[in-house]
């Protein structure tokens, strides 16, 4: 590795990106108040952090479904940022793209399983699946161990646990454990 290159997994900028999406999911999960009636699906987020933007060799367009750029371009948008997360999580589906500097693509995308190029095959023995994990989840841990991934976060419909994956590591909280950084006892 040459003295230029930059370790975005420990880099604080990089980090905080990271801590605002993972923040941001949980302000949605509890913001929500249906999780336990039956038959009911929640805001659903997956973001993906990424050191490069050439993304399209292991992600396809998610058809229509965007990221609003024209109200809310990067994660360091104070205004707009929650608003378009509470959004796209109740009214769009596929992963959201984020890169390095915060800048946020507008094209959501599904993130392509491991294993489909020669290339990728050693990736997955890097991946442990856990029993609570849903098709969402075995995507972002799957991403998260591409070498231009530094994390992914998701949120889930289905019973508002916040996820972040680095390496193919999981850091969940299920929904009572949100916001604990917070809480006074």
Not at 101 to 123: H, K, N, P, Y
Request: hydrophobic share 35%; charged share 35%; net charge negative.
């Amino acid at each position: 590795m040459s003295d230029l290159a930059i370790e975005y997994g420990t880099h604080e900028r990089v980090r905080e990106i990271v801590d605002r999406l993972t923040y941001c999911a949980e302000h949605v999960g509890l913001a929500f108040d249906g999780w336990e009636e039956a038959h009911v699906k929640g805001p659903g987020l997956y973001f993906a952090v990424v050191a490069d933007r050439d993304y399209g060799d292991y992600a396809d367009p998610m058809g229509e479904n965007r990221w609003p750029r024209e109200s809310c371009p990067t994660a360091f948008a104070e205004d707009g940022f929650v608003e378009a997360v509470e959004t796209v999580g109740r009214e769009q589906d596929g992963g959201i793209v984020v890169a390095v500097d915060g800048e946020i693509e507008a094209q959501m995308v599904r993130f392509r399983d491991l294993g489909t190029r020669s290339e990728e095959t050693e990736l997955v023995d890097d991946v442990s699946y856990e029993p609570w994990m849903g098709s969402r989840h075995m995507s972002a841990i799957e991403t998260s161990v591409r070498p231009e991934v530094v994390a992914t976060v998701t949120l889930s419909e289905e019973t508002g646990r916040v996820s972040v994956f680095r390496d193919g590591d999981a850091e969940s909280r299920e929904r009572d454990e949100l916001g604990e950084v917070w809480r006074v006892e």
